[in-house]
């Protein structure tokens, strides 16, 4: 699928509402923003940490002012979390997509460790806290609008780095820990979820390696075919949830449809 073919849901007859957590910028604003040319989706929800910074999530609010709501979220303050999910009741009926993208590899003086000496116990409670926690806290929330008896998919943004089985390089030592554990929780919500929603499918998304602000400082080595550019990996991401079985539940899949191990 090329970046400039609208989209069309193959299950747009039950499609309902769709919410990108962490779209104020990078992956997050792209699957937005590819969103937006899905007629599927009646309705979107967009949140970010401060919506009224992001221009390009005000801009698009402007002209979408009946089908976009934006929501101020943190991910690592549960009350924040609480609070966007009340302003959502009786405001979207159900939700058939929810993507959790919000992540930290670097922030400030936050940068990912070379080696041991490096672990900083604050920065690996944040990483845990946003990475990790983050998503699985948004879950807990915002399941209540997930439809009962249709189809619906949760994806959260997690990262190759974050296999253990792949592992073969080491350091890293908060992103990959708290991926992995993101991964962990995939997993039992994709068990813990369907015992009340027999449609949903949650399942761990690679994205590949994007341009963005995250992997701007590690992009030195990275074959220009291999870094994608976000409105590609939104293409390619949306193209696999859109693909997705129910058998596909609880597994960590890469932006080209294949299986991660674990
Ligand atoms: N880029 C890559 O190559 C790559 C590779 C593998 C996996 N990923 C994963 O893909 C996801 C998106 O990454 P990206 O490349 O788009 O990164 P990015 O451009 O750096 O964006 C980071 C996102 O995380 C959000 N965020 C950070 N801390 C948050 C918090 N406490 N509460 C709410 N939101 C928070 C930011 O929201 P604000 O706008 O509110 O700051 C922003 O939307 C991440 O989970 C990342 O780990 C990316």
Known sequence: MTTDQPVKSPNAATCSAALVQG???GIGLALLQRLLADESYPHLVATCRAPQRSRALQAIAQAHPRRVSLLTMDVSDELSIARA?????GKVGTLSLLINCAGVLHE?????????AEIDPAQMQHAFAVNALGPLLVTKHFAQFLDRNARSVVASLSARVGSIGDNRLGGWYAYRGSK??????????AIELRRTCAGVICIALHPGTVDTALSQPFQARVPEAQLFSTERCASQLLAVIERLESADNGRF???DGSAIPW
């Open 23 to 25: 779209a104020g910028r």
């Open 85 to 89: 999910a009340d302003q959502l009741v």
């Open 108 to 116: 400030g003086s936050m940068q990912p460790e070379r080696r041991l």
């Open 180 to 189: 992995a554990a993101l991964n962990m929780f995939t997993r039992n919500l």
């Open 253 to 255: 899949i890469a932006w």
